[in-house]
């Protein structure tokens, strides 16, 4: 796992030095989510969730600041996501709509080396391949190192309970989607859909526990991102030359405890190294908050929603009752 991380910063670093500004997030982007499909489902479907999410984050990125579409775009691709849990493969698949949401929500800003910000058909041409790169790169990295991984076996679920999993998945991170892009342009809102796909699962009691795995696991990862923050300020070391190097070190920590673990553990682990991946350096602990609040609302949409709509699955899409006789 520390190889893996260590490796598919590669691209970024490249891409920043020698190509574009501000093109390192999106090469990490395209990155993450095959990092976790190397580990959890395997190299094949790394490749194909790289370039899914290459092709979603072009076409995100084409139409970036049109709310309508890119939320279309991704209760498309949750919905889609969802109903694969007929055939127990979910999981992989709900990694793109993940990753294209952060694109819809808060554009990144590129520009060229002169510093003229990239516009129209260049923009979405230059995310889509930062992303697909990325993915790659990952999966190519994963062939070599964790193709023996022990993987979990795929878990189907009936067609009913697949199309209503489905269902709720669409609404809720369509509409999340879309009140985040259009009233909360380049906020992280993507957050709340994150977590909407990450906690709905398609049985309720598997939805529940990771619920409660999810929103503990954060807190808990927060209060340590906050601890060595505030610990790092108190004895003078400067935070901003350390938040890559510690983002990476808990980044290792939570693929390694991915699928071997409980889940909250992999959360605790990864929420600080998402926050320090993401910070500057002095907006660290605003970032730590942030996270924890996007988490709770995005627990409690996926609630809300998974409950209303199960319950309209049971009263009119499930097969009536044999009657006694």
């Known amino acids: 796992m520390a190889a893996l991380v260590l490796l598919l910063a590669i691209p970024a670093i ?10 390192a997030g999106v090469f990490v982007l395209g990155a993450l989510p095959s990092s976790i499909a190397v580990v959890v489902v395997g190299v094949k479907r790394a490749w194909q969730i790289a370039i899914a999410a290459a092709v979603g984050g072009a ?23 969802g109903y694969s849990a007929r055939y127990g493969n979910e999981s992989p698949i709900l990694l793109v709509p993940v990753v294209i949401s952060f694109i819809v929500i808060s554009p990144p800003a590129l520009v060229d080396r002169d510093g003229t910000a990239l516009t129209d058909a260049r923009y979405a041409l230059v995310v889509g391949l930062a992303l697909l790169v990325g993915g790659l ?16 076996k795929d878990d189907p679920v009936e067609r009913r309970v697949a199309l209503g999993y489905g269902i ?19 906020s992280p809102g993507a957050w709340v859909v994150l977590t909407i796909l990450l906690v709905m699962k398609p049985r309720t009691t598997d939805m529940w526990r990771t619920a409660r795995h999810r929103v503990g696991g954060t807190l808990v990862g927060a209060l340590v991102a906050a601890v060595l923050v505030v610990g790092m300020n108190a004895i003078g070391i400067p ?8 983002g990476a070190i808990f980044l290792v920590l939570a693929l390694s405890v991915l699928r071997v673990r409980p889940y909250w553990q992999f959360v605790t682990f990864l929420t600080p190294a998402i926050i320090l991946l993401k910070s500057s350096g002095d907006d660290t602990l605003q970032l730590d908050g942030l996270r924890v609040g996007m988490t709770l609302i995005g627990t409690l949409v996926t609630l809300a929603f998974a409950v209303g709509v199960r319950e309209v699955n049971d009263r009119f899409l499930a097969p009536p009752r044999a009657s006694a006789s």
């Open 14 to 23: 490249i891409a920043q030095q020698i190509w574009l500004p501000g093109s």
């Open 59 to 81: 076409l995100a990125a084409a139409f970036a600041g049109n709310a309508w579409i890119g939320a279309l775009i991704i209760a498309a691709l949750a919905g889609f996501g």
């Open 137 to 152: 790169w990952v999966a190519l990295i994963g062939y070599f190192l964790a193709r023996d991984l022990e993987r979990a």
């Open 168 to 186: 709720a998945l669409a609404l809720s991170t369509g509409i999340a989607t879309f009140v985040a892009a259009e009233f909360f342009p380049g």
């Open 239 to 246: 935070l901003a030359n350390w938040t890559l190097v510690l």
